[in-house]
Each structure stands twice: as structure tokens, then as C-alpha cells.
């Protein structure tokens, strides 16, 4: 129905920058938020940035200053500009949509992506 690919992962220095790229296809017909999450093994994984429809992005306090999310409506894209980035971002990043499909009857759902991997070396 929906799917999410991520790309943009990689290797990188401590203080350099990436950006991710989420784009999400599918039988979308209403979106009401698109994030990104991040996990290291052993623990749950963690919000990284949500930007809701209505405009409003939240972040992580540990990415406040360094990490940007934005996204292209029309294309339906989500992108995370990660700048300063430090050895403990190291995690698979996720991007997940909130959104109706097939059916405008069928309730929101969360769809998730596959995951691309982020490390940071010191």
C-alpha cells in the first residue's frame, strides 16, 4: 500500500555533515506527519524529528542546533540535513509516514521504512 525508502546513509567524520532522503510512494491519499528515528542495537528506537502537515517540526534535544527536517509536499519526500554530527549519532535512521491510504475510510496508520545506515567515526 505504502513504502518507504530511505537513502543517504554513510560514513563520516565527526563533524561532518549528511543528509537523508525518505521518499514515500504508494496509494497515499492523506498525510498527517512524516519523521525520522534512529536505534542502536539493544535499545528502542528513538524520535528524531516529526514535521506534521500543519507545519510543526519537533526535535530530539540531542539533535536540537545540528539536525534539519524538511520535506517536499508534493513529491512527498522528507529530507534530514545532519550537520556537526557526533560519534553517538551512529544508528540506523528510519523514516515513517502517518497517513491514509487506498481508502479515505481507513484510519491514519504509521508506515515505516527500511533503514540506512549512519556512522559517525571519532
Known amino acids: 500500500q505504502v513504502q518507504l525508502v530511505e537513502s543517504g546513509g554513510g560514513l563520516v567524520q565527526a563533524g561532518g555533515s549528511l543528509k537523508l532522503a525518505c521518499v514515500a510512494s504508494?496509494?497515499?491519499?492523506?498525510?498527517?506527519?512524516m519523521g525520522w528515528y534512529r536505534q542502536v542495537p539493544g535499545a528502542q528506537r528513538e524520535l528524531v524529528a516529526t514535521?506534521?502537515?500543519?507545519?510543526?517540526?519537533n526535535y530530539a534535544d540531542s539533535v536540537k542546533g545540528r539536525f534539519t527536517a524538511s520535506r517536499d509536499y508534493a513529491k512527498n519526500t522528507a529530507y534530514l540535513q545532519m550537520n556537526s554530527l557526533k560519534p553517538e549519532d551512529t544508528a540506523v535512521y528510519y523514516c515513517?509516514?502517518?497517513?491514509?491510504?487506498?481508502?479515505?475510510?481507513?484510519?491514519?496508520?504509521?508506515?515505516w521504512g527500511q533503514g540506512t545506515q549512519v556512522t559517525v567515526s571519532s
Open positions: 514535521m506534521t502537515s500543519s507545519g510543526t517540526t
Open positions: 504508494g496509494s497515499i491519499l492523506g498525510v498527517a506527519a
Open positions: 515513517k509516514i502517518t497517513c491514509r491510504a487506498v481508502d479515505w475510510a481507513l484510519p491514519l496508520r504509521d508506515y
